[in-house]
């Protein structure tokens, strides 16, 4: 069974950070991801990372947010800097079968989500 639970939200001013983690058990070295919603808009993907190597995350996060893995730890983390308020939404992790992680918002499995908050 996949189990998969984020930590790290909060809220912070504008500029400041928060490094957001995800327990992941139930599967290893498969495609992981950090998607994100805010109220009325869909669910952005925001940063992916495949079995192992790196990641690579979307244009509108693109030099303030870093995603990483520690396999051995089953942990995806997402590094957050320099945070605007317009990254105010709940922040969810994901895990798709397979190793790669192709351009779709097709995830198999999914946390709870994380409320981030940035005011200005």
């Known amino acids: 069974q996949v189990h998969m639970q984020e930590s790290g939200g909060g809220s912070v001013q504008a500029g400041g950070s928060l490094r957001l983690s995800c327990v992941v058990s139930g599967v290893s070295y498969t495609c992981l991801g950090w998607f994100r919603q805010a109220p009325g808009k869909e669910r952005e993907r925001i940063a992916t990372?495949?079995?192992?190597?790196?990641?690579t995350v979307a244009e509108s996060v693109k030099g303030r947010f870093t995603i990483s893995r520690d396999n051995p730890k089953n942990t995806l983390y997402l590094q957050m800097n320099t945070l605007k308020p317009e990254d105010t939404a709940i922040y969810y992790c994901?895990?798709?079968?397979?190793?790669?992680?192709?351009?779709?918002?097709?995830?198999?499995?999914w946390g709870q989500g994380t409320q981030v908050t940035v005011s200005s």
């Open positions: 994901a895990a798709r079968r397979g190793w790669s992680c192709p351009a779709t918002n097709e995830y198999d499995y």
């Open positions: 990372i495949p079995g192992s190597g790196s990641g």
